[in-house]
Structures are given as structure tokens and as C-alpha cells.
């Protein structure tokens, strides 16, 4: 909800939310989706090359600029290997490529389209373990010195985040660093060490 909402999937009634102290109702939806990255976790992966998948992100990338998109984000050492890089046809949805290859295509894709800002929904929820780590660092490396939400149930993507809000049917019970939530012993601190899980 909180991504439509950003989005401008759908306006609020009473309220605002801003984005860089602009009301977003006054931004137009193609200028505030434009500085948007999304990182979803069901990839949309087309049928074409792993460079057009890449270049989709910016339609006027670079093959250069889509290659150093895909090494910042962990995604160059597995293309490299696959039968013909970066021009290997993709078919099927990338149904021969591994969950987590495909999440680094995808993170690749928001790469090359460089936006202020980003929204990662459950990105990492469904990869395999593998590619776990290659993943967590490639959206790491994509994440520095950008405004990220990062909507998680695997604690490990927020781990290193400036504020963590804990969220409970739509209200935030816990908010802070998480060194800090981790101190308080509460809901983050149950759900971070498996005190119990999430519904």
C-alpha cells in the first residue's frame, strides 16, 4: 500500500505526503514515477537479450553504461557465464535463469535508470540462497548515497538502514536505528531473532 501510495497508484483523500517538500498531488505522475526505481519481488523479465532486459531500465543506455550497471549490482559474474553473456536470449520469463539471477537483472535494470530515489518491496523474499548474498550486496552497492524504502520481512536488507519503522495493520509500533530497536527488545528485536514470526 505504502508503494501505490508513493507511486501515486492512488491519491490520498485527507493528508500529504511530500517528497522533497513537494505535496506529490503537485508533481505530474510521469515526472515523480520517472525518479522512482522499483525493485518488486516478481520480476517481469521480456523476451530478448539480457542487455535489452538490462537497458529497458533507460531505453537509451549504453551497452557500456547497462555492463557497469550490471557489475555495481553483482549481476556481470553470472551473465558473463551464461552461454553468450549479455546477448544470451532470454524466453519464458527468464525461466533457465535462477530466481536470484533474475532479481539481479532486475536490480541491474533500476541501476541503469540511476533514480534519487527507490523502492524495494520485498525484493529479496524469494531468492534462493546462493545468490542470497550476491543479491544483498548488489542492492547494497545500488543503495548508497540514495533515498531507499525498503519494505522487508528478511531483516537483513534493513539492517543497515537509518530508520527502520516497524509496522503493525498500517500503524508504526516501532521506529529508530537497528542497533537501537535491537536495545529496546520489542517487536523488531522478536521478529530479528526469531522470537516469533511474521503472520
Do not use: W
Amino acid at each position: 500500500m505504502i508503494t501505490n501510495l508513493i507511486n501515486r497508484f492512488y491519491d490520498i483523500e485527507d493528508g500529504k505526503i511530500r517528497y522533497d517538500g513537494i505535496n506529490i498531488n503537485k508533481i505530474k505522475k510521469p515526472d515523480l514515477r520517472r525518479s522512482l526505481g522499483i525493485v518488486l519481488q516478481d520480476v517481469n523479465l521480456f523476451i530478448g537479450t539480457v542487455m535489452e532486459n538490462i537497458r529497458y531500465g533507460r531505453l537509451d543506455a549504453t551497452d557500456e553504461e547497462c555492463i557497469a550497471a550490471a557489475k555495481l549490482t553483482n549481476a556481470d559474474s553470472f551473465i558473463t557465464r551464461l552461454p553468450n553473456g549479455y546477448q544470451t536470449e532470454l524466453t519464458g520469463n527468464g525461466s533457465s535463469l535462477s530466481q536470484g539471477q533474475r532479481q539481479l537483472i532486475s536490480i541491474a535494470r533500476v541501476a541503469v535508470a540511476n533514480p534519487p530515489c527507490m523502492i524495494l518491496d520485498e525484493a529479496t523474499s524469494s531468492i534462493d540462497t546462493r545468490t542470497e548474498t550476491l543479491v544483498k550486496d548488489g542492492m547494497d552497492n545500488l543503495m548508497e548515497g540514495r533515498t531507499v524504502f525498503a519494505i522487508a520481512h528478511r531483516l537483513f536488507t534493513v539492517c543497515n538502514s537509518q530508520a527502520i519503522m516497524v509496522l503493525d495493520h498500517g500503524r508504526i509500533i516501532e521506529r529508530g536505528s537497528h542497533d537501537a530497536l535491537i536495545e529496546e527488545k520489542g517487536t523488531y528485536y522478536q521478529l530479528y531473532t526469531g522470537a516469533f514470526e511474521l503472520e
